[in-house]
Nanobody, 116 residues
Framework: VQLQASGGGLVQPGESLRLTCAAS????????LGWYRQAPGKQRELVAA???????NYVDSVKGRFTISRDNAKNTVYLQMNSLNSEDTAAYYC???????????WGQGTLVTVSS
């Protein structure tokens, strides 16, 4: 299984980015798709996730600003990030779980830098 993440970049505070994670097989195979991030010196954290059934959850710090979505036809999951701030600066990784308890497949990171 391959997950190809893209869409990171350098933006100013308040701007938006959309991250894309394309899977090498049907994402309907996965129980859950998610985006994690890891800032320098910090642990990796789950930012947002969406289940096969469409249920979503977000870390508190991004609620109301980030939206995770999936396009089953394109085997792609997105993370729309609005009102970015410096605390969102991190490497973002997509993750796919076959089932609960599965360690998951990981894409390569895409770097998001928010700076004025």
């Amino acid at each position: 299984v391959q997950l190809q993440a893209s869409g990171g970049g350098l933006v100013q505070p308040g701007e938006s980015l959309r991250l894309t994670c394309a899977a090498s097989l049907s994402i309907l195979n996965f129980y859950q798709l998610g985006w994690y991030r890891q800032a320098p010196g910090k642990q990796r954290e789950l930012v947002a996730a969406v289940t096969r059934g469409g249920n979503t959850n977000y870390v508190d710090s991004v609620k109301g600003r980030f939206t995770i979505s999936r396009d089953n036809a394109k085997n792609t999951v997105y993370l729309q990030m609005n009102s970015l701030n410096s605390e969102d600066t991190a490497a973002y990784y997509c993750n796919a779980l076959l089932f609960l308890g599965h360690a998951g497949y990981w894409g390569q990171g895409t770097l998001v830098t928010v700076s004025s």
